[in-house]
């Protein structure tokens, strides 16, 4: 009879989280994001899965490529990987956005001061400031099956930086 009552807390502490709401139990992605100090709207809403690891490595896998537009166009690959510490996310994979008709891969995203309302975009040759605002929500994805890459040559120009 001791045995079972020892283990009474126990059953009833199990049978509280079982009974829990899945949801309150996993995050999303942008919750993440604003819990590091970012702004959701950094990764499109067609998010398949994410893994973030203790060593900070942040990797997003989406279901296909992914075009959008903050203030010029922005390209997803399928997976984007960053090192994610509070408000930056640094050596950023799989992200590249259209500058002057050239697509640069983006390297860096940094919050340096929220109050100033600016986030920091590294784009490999040079720095770029933007609007927080252009952030707030995840954006929409745009498709054409991946045939647009092609056509611009995109592919090639992310090899040779």
Same mark, same amino acid.
């Given at each position: 009879?001791?045995?079972?009552?020892?283990r009474f807390p126990l059953l009833l502490t199990l049978l509280f989280f079982l009974s829990l709401p899945l949801s309150s139990c996993s995050?999303?992605?942008?919750?993440?994001?604003?819990?590091? @100090?970012?702004?959701?709207?950094?990764?499109?809403?067609?998010?398949?899965?994410?893994?973030?690891?203790?060593?900070?490595?942040?990797?997003?896998? *989406?279901?296909?490529?992914?075009?959008?537009? %903050?203030? $010029?166009?922005?390209?997803?690959?399928?997976?984007?990987?960053?090192? *994610? $510490?509070?408000?930056?996310?640094?050596?950023?994979? @799989?992200?590249?956005?259209?500058?002057?008709? *050239?697509? *640069?891969?983006?390297?860096?995203?940094?919050?340096?001061?929220?109050?100033?309302?600016?986030?920091? %975009? /590294?784009?490999?040759?040079?720095?770029?400031?933007?609007?927080?605002?252009?952030?707030?929500?995840?954006?929409?994805?745009?498709?054409?099956?991946?045939?647009?890459?092609?056509?611009?040559?995109?592919? /090639?120009?992310?090899? %040779?930086?």
């Amino acid at each position: 009879m001791a045995s079972i009552q020892n283990r009474f807390p126990l059953l009833l502490t199990l049978l509280f989280f079982l009974s829990l709401p899945l949801s309150s139990c996993s995050s999303s992605i942008h919750d993440l994001l604003r819990t590091k @100090g970012l702004p959701a709207g950094l990764l499109p809403k067609d998010v398949r899965s994410f893994t973030y690891s203790e060593t900070g490595l942040l990797e997003v896998y *989406l279901d296909r490529p992914c075009l959008t537009k %903050f203030d $010029t166009m922005a390209f997803y690959e399928t997976v984007v990987r960053a090192n *994610l $510490t509070y408000r930056s996310l640094a050596g950023v994979e @799989g992200l590249s956005q259209e500058e002057l008709f *050239l697509w *640069l891969p983006v390297k860096d995203i940094v919050v340096d001061d929220p109050k100033s309302g600016l986030i920091l %975009f /590294d784009i490999v040759l040079a720095h770029k400031q933007l609007s927080l605002s252009l952030f707030e929500d995840p954006p929409d994805c745009n498709s054409d099956e991946g045939n647009w890459v092609s056509r611009i040559g995109r592919s /090639d120009l992310c090899d %040779f930086f």
